[in-house]
């Protein structure tokens, strides 16, 4: 539950990808992006102190992976991201104030941990501008086959004086991956590898 910020609506999209022009060669890649439209209690202000952003986000950083998680559809989360989009009276260090690690690590919890970094995207734009979610391995960064993207748009949102805040999983890798690299078998959970 969200109590320390003022929602104005979620929006989500999900996408089930059987094949990307070859053959269908195993389960389906199901993508999921939920966003959080939210005041921006700084639009319009030069403030030096955004801790009234960073300190409650543990909340939305729980609510936005409960809600992707559910859109996996009981499938295992095995890659995600984090972003958002700044109104154009915002900045977009009032983006990042809302998922530093206090967001970041809520969110894996909520959904069901991860060793690595969580990727991100931040930017200051107008309602409806798109956002690329950038993907990777939950516990390994270094699984190329886990780099994708979820694009995510809200038609009214952000206004001027708001914030989308947005995570992204999936439940695997790119269909047809084959440039190489450590695949998701062999990560060691570190991170990194």
């Known amino acids: 539950m969200i109590e320390h910020y003022s929602v104005r609506k979620f929006i989500s999209v999900v996408e089930e990808i059987r094949h990307d022009g070859r053959a269908p060669s195993g389960p389906s890649l199901v993508k999921a992006a939920v966003g959080v439209v939210l005041r921006n ?3 319009g202000q030069d403030a030096e102190d955004l801790s009234s952003l960073i300190a409650p986000s543990a909340e939305l950083g729980t609510e936005l992976g409960r809600r992707a998680t559910a859109l996996l559809g009981g ?4 890659a995600y991201g ?12 009032h983006v990042v104030a809302c998922v530093t690690t206090v967001f970041g690590d809520a969110f894996r919890d909520a959904v069901g ?11 200051v ?8 979610i950038p ?4 516990d390994a960064l270094y699984v190329r086959s886990h780099y994708n993207t979820v694009t995510l748009a809200c038609p009214d949102g952000p206004r ?18 084959r440039v190489g690299g450590l695949s998701a078998r062999e990560a060691s959970g570190d991170g990194l590898r």
């Open 160 to 177: 001027p004086d708001e914030l989308l805040i947005a995570v992204a999983v999936a439940t695997g890798g790119r269909p047809h991956h």
């Open 82 to 93: 984090k972003a958002g989009v700044a109104g154009v009276a915002g900045e977009q260090e």
């Open 41 to 43: 209690p700084f639009a």
């Open 135 to 138: 993907l990777a391995h939950k």
């Open 125 to 132: 734009a107008p309602a409806g501008t798109p956002i690329d």
């Open 75 to 78: 499938r295992a989360v095995e």
């Open 113 to 123: 941990g991860g060793a690595a970094w969580i990727s991100s995207n931040t930017k």
